[in-house]
């Protein structure tokens, strides 16, 4: 019998379509993965748990986890190398004439703004991991070694975007390396539950027109009430280094002649 070829739409290529599953199935065994180790390192205490207690909660086994992960720190920290992945991206997307600095300080401001796909640190407990980082050594290490690859990529864009060697001129770094160090400082500062001073802000004034606030500035729009604040602790800490640099500027002083 012929089939009319109008009645069925051209077939989808399979191998796209077994690619596409395979790579939704592998996010979301290392997605559950990792909320398992952070999970139980937060109820039991990093020490007293295993690659095969996490592989346990995830329902894996140890060998899909080690398809995944080195170790228990590295798949409780994913979501920092997920958040660095990001940064990077919206960094790519800034304006070509933006000032590195001011680039890599938006870029932050809009993924901690960023309602569709939010960061990371809006989940329950990401306050309290951050916080066990600065405790165990174990986790402040894989933390470090997640955190310094993000910076890497991050020091190559800003190269590409000044069109120079990121070897020999020292700019990308030094950029990436105040800039992500005022992230990094504020997120600690978060952690340990500092809060933002929002002395400065107009009480009359939109909240939504705020310095400091973000379209996710809601409290219902967070799984962590907690999280609103961190956005405006990042302002105020980006608005600290350029304070202090501008200061350091005004008081240059002309190298004295050796003569």
């Given at each position: 019998?012929?089939?009319?070829?109008?009645?069925?739409?051209?077939?989808?290529?399979?191998?796209?379509?077994?690619?596409?599953?395979?790579?939704?199935?592998?996010?979301?065994?290392?997605?559950?993965?990792?909320?398992?180790?952070?999970?139980?390192?937060?109820?039991?205490?990093?020490?007293?748990?295993?690659?095969?207690?996490?592989?346990?909660?995830?329902?894996?086994?140890?060998?899909?986890?080690?398809?995944?992960?080195?170790?228990?720190?590295?798949?409780?920290?994913?979501?920092?190398?997920?958040?660095?992945?990001?940064?990077?991206?919206?960094?790519?997307?800034?304006?070509?004439?933006?000032?590195?600095?001011?680039?890599?300080?938006?870029?932050?401001?809009?993924?901690?703004?960023?309602?569709?796909?939010?960061?990371?640190?809006?989940?329950?407990?990401?306050?309290?991991?951050?916080?066990?980082?600065?405790?165990?050594?174990?986790?402040?290490?894989?933390?470090?070694?997640?955190?310094?690859?993000?910076?890497?990529?991050?020091?190559?864009?800003?190269?590409?975007?000044?069109?120079?060697?990121?070897?020999?001129?020292?700019?990308?770094?030094?950029?990436?390396?105040?800039?992500?160090?005022?992230?990094?400082?504020?997120?600690?500062?978060?952690?340990?539950?500092?809060?933002?001073?929002?002395?400065?802000?107009?009480?009359?004034?939109?909240?939504?027109?705020?310095?400091?606030?973000?379209?996710?500035?809601?409290?219902?729009?967070?799984?962590?009430?907690?999280?609103?604040?961190?956005?405006a602790l990042v302002e105020q800490a980006y608005d600290a280094l350029m304070g202090e640099a501008a200061l350091a500027a005004s008081h240059r002083t002309t190298p004295v002649s050796g003569k």
């Amino acid at each position: 019998m012929k089939v009319n070829e109008d009645t069925f739409p051209d077939p989808v290529p399979a191998q796209d379509g077994v690619e596409d599953r395979r790579q939704r199935k592998a996010r979301q065994t290392r997605d559950a993965l990792a909320a398992a180790a952070l999970d139980l390192i937060l109820e039991r205490g990093l020490a007293d748990v295993t690659v095969g207690a996490v592989a346990d909660r995830a329902d894996v086994t140890r060998r899909t986890f080690s398809r995944h992960f080195v170790g228990k720190e590295d798949a409780a920290l994913d979501f920092v190398r997920g958040d660095g992945g990001r940064i990077n991206a919206l960094l790519r997307a800034r304006p070509a004439d933006e000032p590195p600095l001011l680039a890599y300080r938006r870029a932050v401001a809009d993924w901690l703004a960023d309602r569709e796909n939010p960061a990371s640190h809006i989940r329950p407990r990401m306050r309290a991991l951050l916080a066990l980082v600065d405790t165990e050594p174990a986790l402040f290490a894989a933390y470090e070694r997640i955190r310094v690859d993000a910076q890497e990529e991050s020091i190559r864009i800003i190269a590409d975007r000044l069109a120079v060697d990121d070897v020999r001129d020292l700019r990308p770094a030094v950029v990436v390396d105040a800039a992500a160090g005022v992230l990094t400082a504020a997120l600690r500062a978060w952690a340990r539950g500092i809060q933002a001073d929002h002395s400065d802000a107009d009480p009359d004034a939109d909240p939504g027109e705020r310095r400091d606030a973000h379209p996710g500035d809601r409290p219902e729009d967070h799984h962590d009430p907690d999280a609103v604040d961190l956005a405006a602790l990042v302002e105020q800490a980006y608005d600290a280094l350029m304070g202090e640099a501008a200061l350091a500027a005004s008081h240059r002083t002309t190298p004295v002649s050796g003569k």
